[in-house]
């Protein structure tokens, strides 16, 4: 490790109060780290098998990395990677806005459709006398539009003040440029050609073009084409290549279900379900609990199966809609899932569970290799800022570096079952002790009394 991170790691190790040592039994289960060569930090992603040795309510904080010497390294959560902005490039029409007096009028409309494209009635009338002076692109998804260019009109020259505004739902809409020239004039050595507008923004579906100064030089049956530039983030893409998948079996329940046993308490975000019958369909209910709760609706879906190949229908908080065969639900840890039918089902569907996993990292410091130690009644682990340690590195190595992957070797034994059981409370001896004292300074009593009685007597007889 460099001088500089080990100065910091050390740094951290006060910060967040770690012990000097991490004893093994203090956790239930060890599992052997593979860091596939040396480095100064490293992350770890939650297995089902990681996630099955820690204590459910716990949602590993019982879990730590030590060094081959048995000390405790500094280890954090890993925020998720920033999402990749990918180029855009697209060609569309202008569609013209009905004018004022059309929408007054109420034969002029402008909507969107259930996909979100828009549709435009254009009235009657005004049109011809009068042409729209608002034009809107539908760029087909939410982007960060960074140039919108006009193209250019065969022998036509153009002249016009505009202004842009940008909109996810074509009623608020957000001022992205005011007052932009756009010029196309052919005259020999004199022409001019400046037909792009310069954006910035948060993303939007749908760009507003606003003539505030000049005349329109085309009409709404020869709108000129654009081209829009800019990017986006497919948030739903990203997300499925972060899942990973597990299948899972049923087994009948007396209400004519199936319950579902998950290999351990998951952070799900989508559930497949694929029936066992070849010619089917069905509309499934599924419903969840945690470790310890009551059932709860979690959604429901289509599934068929037609010339024995079933469609996978899903439910899923894939980009955070509904999409067809898809239900979105909110992101929650799940132990096992109830699923009922309409109609009933004679055999159990396979339901095929996607988790995001949660991700880790840890300082290499001290000697590897390294062990993860997980599961425990008491022990926590402290909160300790391994973000400042990977900024560094990042200045080193670009903004977009990740921590390499250390990948879980096959579970064994440390503490075993005694870790996760309350530790056994030693049997107090004070209250014993104190009977006991009490009740021997009562014999003792006593016998002094006989004592005093039989002297007395004996003085009476005397």
Do not use: C
Request: aromatic share 6%; proline share 7%.
């Amino acid at each position: 490790m460099r001088p500089d991170l080990r100065l910091l790691a050390s740094t951290l190790f006060l910060a967040s109060g770690m012990a000097a040592a991490s004893p093994a039994t203090d956790y239930a289960t060890a599992f052997p780290l593979d860091t596939h060569g040396t480095g100064d930090a490293f992350r770890i992603e939650a297995t089902p098998a990681l996630y099955a040795h820690g204590k459910p309510d716990a949602n590993l904080r019982d879990m730590v990395v030590v060094n081959s010497l048995g000390v405790e390294v500094p280890l954090a959560p890993l925020a998720p990677a920033p999402a990749v902005a990918h180029p855009y490039h697209l060609q569309a029409r202008l569609l013209p806005v009905p004018g004022e007096a059309s929408e007054r009028d109420g034969t002029g409309h402008i909507r969107r459709s259930s996909d979100g494209s828009v549709q435009i009635d254009l009235g009657s009338g005004e049109l011809a006398a009068k042409p729209p002076r608002h034009w809107i692109i539908d760029a087909r998804r939410a982007i960060s539009a960074e140039r919108i260019t006009i193209d250019k009109l065969d022998g036509t020259d153009v002249q016009l003040e505009l202004a842009v505004d940008a909109s996810n739902d074509l009623q608020h809409w957000d001022e992205r440029a005011g007052d932009v020239t756009v010029t196309s004039i052919a005259r020999g050595d004199d022409a001019v050609d400046s037909r792009s507008i310069q954006l910035s923004g948060d993303p939007a579906r749908y760009y507003r073009l606003r003539v505030v100064g000049g005349d329109v030089p085309w009409d709404v049956e020869h709108t000129p084409g654009v081209t829009v530039e800019g990017s986006f983030i497919d948030a739903g893409d990203q997300r499925m290549a972060a899942f990973q998948w597990v299948e899972v079996s049923g087994k009948a329940d007396a209400d004519h279900g199936f319950v579902y046993e998950l290999p351990a308490t998951l952070p799900v975000g989508a559930v497949q379900v694929k029936l066992a019958e070849a010619n089917g369909a069905a509309r499934v209910q599924l419903s969840s609990r945690g470790a310890t709760d009551a059932w709860t609706p979690l959604g429901d879906v289509t599934a068929t199966t037609v010339g024995g190949k079933g469609d996978a229908a899903t439910i899923t908080t894939i980009g955070g809609k509904s999409t067809p065969n898809t239900l979105r639900i909110e992101d929650t840890r799940l132990h096992a899932l109830r699923l009922v039918s309409t109609p009933a089902l004679q055999q159990a569907p396979t339901l095929r569970i996607a988790f995001t996993p949660d991700r880790f990292a840890f300082l290499a410091q001290g000697p590897g290799p390294y062990r993860v130690l997980v599961g425990s009644y008491a022990a926590r682990r402290g909160d300790s800022p391994v973000d400042a340690a990977l900024d560094k590195l990042r200045l080193d190595k670009g903004p977009d570096w990740q921590p390499p992957l250390a990948t879980l070797g096959t579970a064994a034994v440390a503490a075993g079952e005694a870790a996760l059981q309350p530790a056994k409370v030693p049997f107090d001896w004070t209250k014993p002790l104190l009977w006991g004292v009490l009740v021997l300074g009562a014999l003792l009593v006593i016998g002094m009394a006989v004592s005093l009685l039989r002297s007395a007597k004996g003085e009476d007889k005397a």
